[in-house]
């Protein structure tokens, strides 16, 4: 089973950029479909991003669109979240998740309660 740990969170001004990591051990990334998911505080948790295994596909909630990147690298058992032009809504802990199962489009989304693994969340703050 694999194991997930994020990290990259922090306080950055709006506009700015962080970028996030989602470290892996226990079992080859390579193995797992990845998503990003977010909560902010007094909202329920909200998908971000997801890349397929072997990067084939890629999806990402309308609202950061052109701003995000989701990739990863399987041999250094990482995935990242780039995020840029960084606004005051984007705000909240991100966490990574990981399964072996996606049917592509936001389907780990719906399904986020019953993924395979969840990293313990990074926060991300944006200055108002």
């Known amino acids: 089973q694999v194991q997930l740990v994020e990290s990259g969170g922090d306080l950055v001004q709006p506009g700015g950029s962080l970028r996030l990591s989602c470290t892996s051990s226990?079992?080859?990334?390579?193995?797992?479909?990845i998503a990003w998911f977010r909560q902010a505080p007094g909202k329920e948790r909200e998908g971000v991003a997801i890349?397929?295994?072997?990067?084939?596909?890629?999806f990402y909630e309308d609202s950061v669109k052109g701003r995000f990147t989701i990739s990863r690298d399987d041999g250094q058992s990482v995935a990242y979240l780039q995020m840029d032009n960084l606004k005051s809504e984007d705000a909240g802990v991100y966490y990574c998740?990981?399964?072996?199962?996606?049917?592509?489009?936001?389907?780990?989304?719906?399904?986020?309660?019953?993924?395979?693994?969840w990293g313990q969340g990074t926060r991300v703050t944006v200055l108002a």
């Open positions: 226990g079992s080859p990334l390579g193995k797992y479909h």
């Open positions: 890349l397929s295994i072997g990067a084939n596909t890629v």
């Open positions: 998740a990981a399964d072996t199962f996606y049917r592509g489009g936001n389907d780990l989304f719906p399904r986020d309660d019953y993924l395979d693994v």
